[in-house]
């Protein structure tokens, strides 16, 4: 009698562990408002922005426009990732670079700048109204 409630209790234990790690296949359908494809194209405009005051810039140089030229076609030749942009601000041309969402983009590429224009620093350009 012993033997058979121990055959008994392992067969149930089998019987248990092979349904208890038993798997069923299914399907997953995702369901979500259509508006948030309309959300998601609405932020990639406004990332895009170049001329968002929250992102923060790179001042390569200021001076006269000569000086300028030269500059921007030499930052473009060292620095292919950040285009630079020329500004006027009477009575200098200014060589503007980047357009970094955080102060710590920013800083790892003034990093990466100043080994080649020192004199380069981080700012926001002022809203325009």
């Known amino acids: 009698m012993n033997l058979k409630i121990s055959i008994l209790t392992v067969f149930c234990i089998i019987l248990s562990i092979t349904e208890s ?18 959300l998601l194209e609405l932020k990639k405009e406004m990332n895009k922005n170049e001329n968002d005051s929250e992102r923060y810039k790179i001042q390569v140089y200021s001076g006269n426009r000569v000086g300028a030229q030269n500059v921007e076609k030499e930052f473009s030749q060292s620095f292919g990732d950040w285009k630079p942009t020329m500004e006027y601000e009477t009575p200098n041309f200014k060589i503007w670079a980047g357009n970094f969402r955080t102060r710590l983009e920013a800083d790892r590429a003034l990093d990466k700048i100043k080994k080649k224009f020192p004199s380069a620093f981080i700012f926001k350009p002022k809203k325009i109204m």
């Open 21 to 38: 790690y038993a798997q069923q296949q299914g399907s997953v359908v995702i369901r979500q408002d259509k508006k948030i494809d309309d």
